[in-house]
């Protein structure tokens, strides 16, 4: 079955750590998406991609680091200078950019202990 | 940026109740997705549209473009629809036109 599959679900770090949060499609869609996800708020655009290679800073980049080496791979790296990284984690991809259904994956929940 | 507002925040009804859940946006847009989020985290698209109505199994979705308007109707609801449901819509080009509400609570109980 198609589908997005993130890892890991649940990932505690200590201060100071840099995390790195998987996320692999294998519906062959172009555009990945990493979204933020806090209570009582609505998901937040944290870096997208459109095509291997390249990626764009969404609206709450500081902190965080993406590649996109390949089509089916999209990984966050949640860094040290990211002041508050507790959150839920979603990868989502579309065929294309501005286009298209979203497919998400089931989220990692990051606690900083 | 847009503006998305649901409404209501909280919603819980009975078994078989016919529900309503509403969103408005404050500037054009190119489309709106209606999603669901189980309580375990990971989202389903149920509806994309951009004019009209959609209808997939008990679920319906409409839009009004002129009044900045849609909402989701689920008929004759049952516990296992008790999750949350985010309106987003498409305002501008790229990925960062996509703007979420803040979702809908909604259980159903038994």
């Known amino acids: 079955d198609g589908g997005i599959t993130q890892s890991p679900k649940y990932l505690f770090r200590k201060e100071g750590q840099n995390v790195t949060l998987s996320c692999e499609q294998n519906l062959n869609h172009d555009a990945m998406y990493w979204y933020r996800q806090d209570p009582g708020q609505g998901l937040r655009l944290i870096y997208y991609s459109q095509i291997v290679n390249d990626f764009q800073k969404g609206d709450i980049a500081e902190g965080y680091s993406v590649s996109r080496e390949k089509k089916e791979s999209f990984p966050l790296t949640v860094t040290s200078a990211q002041k508050n990284p507790t959150a839920f984690y979603l990868c989502?991809?579309?065929?294309?950019?501005?286009?298209?259904?979203?497919?998400f994956g089931e989220g990692s929940r990051l606690t900083v202990l | 940026k847009n503006e998305v507002e649901q409404s209501p925040q909280n919603l819980t009804a009975q078994e078989g109740e016919f529900i309503t859940i509403n969103c408005s946006y404050s500037v054009g847009i190119s489309a709106l997705h209606w999603l669901q989020q189980h309580p375990g985290g990971g989202i389903v698209s149920l509806f994309m549209l951009s004019s009209g109505k959609k209808k997939h199994g008990r679920l319906i979705a409409t839009i009004n473009i002129q009044e900045k308007h849609s909402s989701l109707h689920i008929t004759a609801s049952h516990p296992r629809d008790s999750a949350v449901y985010i309106c987003a819509v498409k305002s501008g080009g790229g990925a960062d036109g996509l703007t979420f509400g803040k979702g809908t609570h909604l259980i159903i109980q038994p």
């Open positions: 989502a991809s579309s065929i294309f950019e501005n286009t298209g259904e979203l497919f």
